[in-house]
């Protein structure tokens, strides 16, 4: 069964070319995900194909109407009536691991990409399921956001990586932790080596030094991270 993806953007083109790239690339050829784009332009009433509008009240920038987008948002719900749809908003919940991980469960999963200086209220308020956000910033368009949502979540999905304990251990997985320090060849590179218990072959030695830089990285870069990891440990 495949995960089916819907892109609700005035900008198809700009989504397409990532997701058949890479991993993502060799998930879709292989039927694991699905990707269908949705473009509110196509739902427009007039010759123009007019979606934006000034904003009520004033202001700089333009609103994206309503009626072309709550359009484009029912077909997509006719298209695949499970899972959320959800809106890319600076607005929204944070995304996280855990978001990616219960998107996963879903089957399906559909993103509204907003453009100019928003959409109209009223289709957060009455036309989505949730509201997401990737973090405290700004961007010209959710189409990247929503590309973040599709990579996060394909990499949960039972065959998309190759080593099915890829994602075993990386940042945010089992725990708050950040990921451990990677090396590879050559052993020795511009005078700076390769840790020797990596060397060692000692597999519980490597596992130790792992999770205790995971921990110190963690104190050092993340520290409300780490705080939530010892909580969490805490508690068991």
Not at 137 to 142: E, K, N, Q
Request: proline residues 6%.
């Amino acid at each position: 069964m495949s995960f089916r993806f819907q892109v609700i953007t005035l900008f198809p083109e700009l989504v397409r070319p990532y997701v058949e790239g890479s991993i993502l690339g060799r998930a879709l050829k292989a039927g694991l995900i699905e990707l269908h784009t949705i473009n509110p332009r196509d739902f427009a009433t007039d010759r123009h194909r007019t979606v934006d509008d000034a904003p009520y009240g004033g202001g700089a920038g333009m609103v994206m109407m309503p009626g072309p987008l709550a359009e484009a948002i029912a077909a997509a719900r006719d298209a695949c009536a499970t899972g959320p749809v959800v809106l890319l908003s600076p607005a929204g919940n944070p995304f996280s691991q855990d978001v990616a991980k219960r998107y996963a469960g879903l089957g399906a999963l559909t993103l509204v990409c907003g453009r100019y200086e928003g959409i109209d209220q009223r289709i957060a308020d009455h036309c989505v399921d949730e509201e997401l956000s990737l973090g405290d910033y700004v961007l010209t368009g959710g189409e990247l956001g929503a590309l973040a949502v599709i990579d996060a979540t394909s990499r949960l999905l039972d065959g998309v990586l190759g080593n099915a304990d890829g994602w075993a251990q990386e940042s945010f997985t089992d725990s708050a932790l950040l990921e451990h320090p990677q090396y590879t060849r050559p052993r020795s590179w511009r005078g700076h080596s390769v840790p020797e218990v990596l060397l060692s072959g000692d597999h519980g030695k490597v596992d130790a030094w792992r999770q205790r830089k995971r921990q110190e990285l963690t104190q050092a870069r993340r520290p409300d991270l780490f705080e939530k990891h010892v909580r969490d440990e805490g508690g068991r």
